[in-house]
């Protein structure tokens, strides 16, 4: 790794409370050394009076401690109200946006942002268009191949975008414009009464024979496994990618965060920070099938 290589957290995909969302970021700030992250709600309109209050806060406290802070939109738009949360993020001139839904790229035409991986990003034409217009900085979809990587690099830098990748977390797969965890409550999405925070992770969901599968969180889809890139690291600042991204999950991301920096510094290998996240870290298999062109849930021996 070089020391362009920067680790960030994700947004909170999860309805956690306020003070648990407020107590980890100040964390953040005061215990890992993070070069950035991404503070908003992205998953459902209805959790964002829940947080909004303490945005100011949390982003005066990750400033302080030299953290780049961008506000992260709404991932699918479905009412007024979710275009009226999106309109109103986007109109503010004095922070950095992530756009997460192709609503977002119109309030954002012509202005400097960078765009989050629930955009399709997965071609060259696509990054261009979306250079030409003002992106600077794109996270790209967790599903996409390492070959696809050496391609999407190599076009960024004509571009002058910069290039990130998660590297740990659930995977997230689909939106709906149901929500399932409401609808696994005997809840309807409009009295879902917000049945998702009893679920810090995700609702895990399994198959008729009684596997685990995949994991609910209110409208959104994601992988039952964790996804742990740390292996593939070197290779991928190789093909183009400068940052890393962790997406929280409800165990000790303190931790997790110093494991992958310490990697990035060279303090430890990937080989030993892998074994310590299956030991401290999120309880679901890891896997890092989608990088390799293999099924998503799958984990592919490193070589």
Request: aromatic share 8%; hydrophobic share 40%.
């Given at each position: 790794?070089?020391?362009?290589?920067k680790?960030?957290?994700g947004?909170?995909?999860?309805?956690?409370?306020?003070?648990?969302k407020?107590?980890?970021y100040?964390?953040?700030?005061?215990e890992?050394?993070?070069?950035?992250?991404y503070?908003?709600e992205?998953?459902?309109?209805k959790?964002v009076?829940?947080?909004?209050?303490?945005?100011?806060?949390?982003?005066?406290?990750?400033?302080?401690?030299?953290?780049?802070?961008?506000?992260?939109?709404?991932?699918?738009v479905?009412?007024?109200?979710d275009r009226?949360?999106?309109?109103k993020?986007?109109?503010?001139?004095?922070i950095n946006?992530?756009?997460?839904?192709?609503?977002?790229?119109?309030?954002?035409?012509?202005?400097k942002h960078?765009v989050?991986?629930?955009?399709n990003?997965?071609?060259?034409?696509t990054?261009s268009?979306l250079?030409?217009?003002?992106t600077?900085?794109?996270t790209?979809?967790p599903?996409?191949?390492?070959?696809a990587?050496d391609?999407?690099g190599?076009?960024?830098k004509d571009?002058?975008?910069t290039?990130?990748?998660?590297v740990y977390?659930?995977i997230?797969?689909a939106?709906?414009?149901r929500c399932?965890?409401?609808?696994?409550?005997d809840r309807v999405k409009?009295?879902?009464q917000l049945?998702?925070e009893?679920?810090?992770d995700?609702?895990?969901?399994?198959?008729l024979?009684?596997?685990?599968?995949l994991?609910v969180n209110?409208?959104?889809?994601?992988?039952?496994t964790?996804?742990?890139?740390?292996?593939?690291?070197?290779g991928m600042?190789?093909k183009?990618i400068s940052?890393f991204?962790?997406?929280?999950q409800?165990?000790?991301m303190?931790?997790?965060?110093?494991l992958?920096?310490?990697v990035?510094?060279?303090e430890?290998d990937a080989a030993?920070?892998?074994?310590?996240l299956?030991?401290?870290?999120?309880?679901?298999?890891?896997s890092?099938?989608?990088?390799?062109?293999?099924?998503g849930?799958?984990?592919?021996?490193?070589q």
């Amino acid at each position: 790794m070089t020391a362009l290589s920067k680790l960030t957290i994700g947004p909170i995909l999860f309805h956690w409370s306020a003070e648990q969302k407020r107590d980890f970021y100040f964390r953040i700030a005061d215990e890992v050394q993070v070069d950035r992250v991404y503070i908003g709600e992205v998953i459902c309109g209805k959790r964002v009076p829940y947080f909004e209050q303490h945005y100011e806060e949390v982003a005066r406290r990750l400033s302080a401690a030299d953290i780049d802070v961008v506000y992260s939109t709404l991932s699918e738009v479905m009412i007024r109200n979710d275009r009226q949360i999106v309109a109103k993020l986007c109109a503010d001139e004095s922070i950095n946006i992530e756009a997460n839904d192709a609503s977002a790229l119109k309030y954002l035409a012509g202005k400097k942002h960078a765009v989050g991986p629930f955009l399709n990003v997965y071609n060259e034409w696509t990054m261009s268009h979306l250079a030409r217009n003002g992106t600077t900085h794109i996270t790209l979809p967790p599903e996409l191949p390492g070959q696809a990587m050496d391609t999407l690099g190599a076009k960024s830098k004509d571009l002058g975008v910069t290039l990130e990748a998660q590297v740990y977390g659930r995977i997230p797969l689909a939106l709906s414009a149901r929500c399932y965890h409401a609808r696994a409550h005997d809840r309807v999405k409009d009295n879902c009464q917000l049945v998702c925070e009893e679920d810090p992770d995700g609702l895990d969901l399994s198959t008729l024979a009684g596997e685990p599968f995949l994991t609910v969180n209110g409208i959104q889809t994601l992988s039952h496994t964790c996804l742990n890139l740390v292996h593939e690291m070197n290779g991928m600042q190789a093909k183009g990618i400068s940052a890393f991204r962790l997406s929280p999950q409800s165990h000790n991301m303190i931790e997790t965060a110093q494991l992958f920096r310490r990697v990035l510094n060279k303090e430890i290998d990937a080989a030993e920070a892998s074994a310590r996240l299956a030991e401290n870290g999120l309880d679901a298999p890891f896997s890092n099938g989608f990088y390799h062109q293999e099924d998503g849930c799958r984990w592919v021996e490193n070589q």
